[in-house]
Nanobody, 127 residues
Framework: VQLQAYGGGLVQAGDSLRLSCAAS????????VGWFRQAPGKEREFVAA????????YYADIVKDRFTISRDNAKNTAYLQMNSLKPEDTALYYC?????????????????????WGQGTEVTVSS
């Protein structure tokens, strides 16, 4: 699976932004999709994940109730809708794909459980 994340940009605190993750190659619908982010000087952290069918979603506490992950398997695309953005959301956002079709939050929040990664899209939130 080849992944390409896009949709990042410079926004103000309180604004919204939608990231997209376009997939090609292997059957996208077979994979769980995860979003991670990495701020300067920090480790890459889990943001959200959605299983292949879209029936199960998982969120990091720091984005819960503000971010929404979704996917459209017909378009081979996953999305991350980010609302009420804060300066601390500033980071490089990566989408990833995991072969785990059913899993727990613990499993899907671990980077090493993802097999494919996109190149990242930058999100900057000004105060």
């Amino acid at each position: 699976v080849q992944l390409q994340a896009y949709g990042g940009g410079l926004v103000q605190a309180g604004d919204s932004l939608r990231l997209s993750c376009a997939a090609s190659g292997r059957i996208f619908s077979m994979y769980t999709v995860g979003w991670f982010r990495q701020a300067p000087g920090k480790e890459r952290e889990f943001v959200a994940a959605i299983t292949w069918s879209g029936t199960s979603t998982y969120y990091a506490d720091i984005v819960k109730d503000r971010f929404t992950i979704s996917r459209d398997n017909a378009k081979n695309t996953a999305y991350l809708q980010m609302n009420s953005l804060k300066p601390e959301d500033t980071a490089l956002y990566y989408c990833s794909a995991s072969k785990y079709s059913t899993a727990t939050y613990y499993t899907l929040s671990r980077r090493y459980n993802y097999d494919y990664w996109g190149q990242g899209t930058e999100v900057t939130v000004s105060s």
